[in-house]
């Protein structure tokens, strides 16, 4: 069941938006729902991560999808094996120097409709703050050469 789509416009080159966003361990910095996050391991397929909320809990999660520059997709187990969430982090460049960015996030299981109620409401209102503020991260960074994407 898809819970919620976010997205924000801002100026920034989708290069750029990538490094941010595939820079787990900096997710607190901008990322308002973040208390502490990691990756165990490089950012591909496969790989396993933990981030730990503000005022909750911390759990795992695995990056199930990348298209370089452009997309990847992490799922998070729900507690006692009743679901999982899927996050899905999309980057579209614009002309002019913008990008807009998206993050979608579904649930599946039988606590989805819970989340929409329950959990939906301060999600969006959390991720459309975080992905403000990761344009903010973006536009104050310098714009060196792009890194390798992948």
Same mark, same amino acid.
């Given at each position: 069941?898809?819970?919620?789509?976010?997205?924000?416009?801002?100026?920034?080159?989708?290069?750029?938006?990538?490094?941010?966003?595939?820079?787990?361990?900096?997710?607190?910095?901008?990322?308002?729902?973040?208390?502490?996050?990691r990756l165990d391991g490089e950012f591909q397929v496969g790989t396993t991560g933990w981030a730990k909320q503000r005022n909750n809990l911390g759990g795992l999660f695995m990056i199930t999808l990348i298209e370089p520059g452009k997309?990847?997709?992490?799922?998070?187990?729900?507690? +006692?094996?009743?679901?999982? *969430?899927?996050? =899905?982090?999309?980057?579209?460049?614009?002309?002019? #120097? /913008?990008?807009?960015?998206?993050?979608?996030?579904?649930?599946?299981?039988?606590?989805?409709?819970?989340?929409?109620? +329950?959990?939906?409401?301060? *999600?969006?209102? =959390?991720?459309?703050?975080?992905?403000?503020?990761? #344009? /903010?991260?973006?536009?104050?960074?310098?714009?060196?050469?792009?890194?390798?994407?992948?």
């Amino acid at each position: 069941m898809n819970l919620l789509d976010c997205e924000a416009t801002f100026e920034a080159s989708p290069a750029a938006v990538w490094r941010v966003w595939t820079d787990v361990a900096s997710w607190p910095d901008w990322d308002v729902s973040k208390e502490i996050a990691r990756l165990d391991g490089e950012f591909q397929v496969g790989t396993t991560g933990w981030a730990k909320q503000r005022n909750n809990l911390g759990g795992l999660f695995m990056i199930t999808l990348i298209e370089p520059g452009k997309r990847f997709v992490t799922e998070c187990p729900l507690p +006692v094996g009743v679901g999982k *969430m899927i996050f =899905d982090h999309r980057i579209e460049g614009l002309d002019r #120097g /913008r990008v807009r960015v998206i993050k979608s996030v579904e649930v599946q299981g039988g606590f989805a409709p819970l989340f929409r109620l +329950v959990v939906a409401p301060r *999600m969006r209102r =959390d991720i459309a703050e975080s992905l403000a503020a990761m #344009g /903010r991260r973006v536009h104050s960074r310098p714009r060196g050469p792009a890194s390798p994407v992948g």
